[in-house]
């Protein structure tokens, strides 16, 4: 069972910074592609920020030159720096991972509970 685990959410003034993390567990053989995507009230789930295992990375629009994606291949975790949060940043962020689990050939897209960023005017 491969499991994803965001922490570092919270409540911040805008201008202000935050740093998530996400470490993924279990029987994993290898990872692919993490991202970072968030769901603010009423709106559908968009990406964020991903990252390749060799370390492309892409960002929506709306956080380029604020938001800084990177992982630990060793440590099987991602990580998003949020700076300058304005409060449109507001929402449930969630990761997510496409894992290749032990014993298994094919990889297979996870995705962790959530953590709550608040960015407050």
């Known amino acids: 069972q491969v499991q994803l685990v965001e922490s570092g959410g919270g409540l911040v003034q805008a201008g202000g910074s935050l740093k998530l993390s996400c470490a993924a567990s279990?029987?994993?053989?290898?990872?692919?592609?993490m991202g970072w995507y968030r769901q603010a009230p009423g709106k559908q789930r968009e990406l964020v920020a991903a990252?390749?295992?060799?370390?492309?990375?892409n960002y929506a629009d709306s956080v380029k030159g604020r938001f800084t994606i990177s992982r630990d291949n060793a440590k099987n975790t991602v990580y998003l720096q949020m700076n300058s949060l304005k409060p449109e940043d507001t929402a449930v962020y969630y990761c997510?991972?496409?894992?290749?689990?032990?014993?298994?050939?094919?990889?297979?897209?996870?995705w962790g509970q959530g953590t709550l960023v608040t960015v407050s005017s």
């Open positions: 997510n991972a496409d894992v290749r689990p032990e014993y298994y050939s094919d990889y297979r897209v996870r």
């Open positions: 279990g029987s994993i053989y290898s990872i692919n592609a």
């Open positions: 990252v390749t295992r060799g370390g492309s990375t």
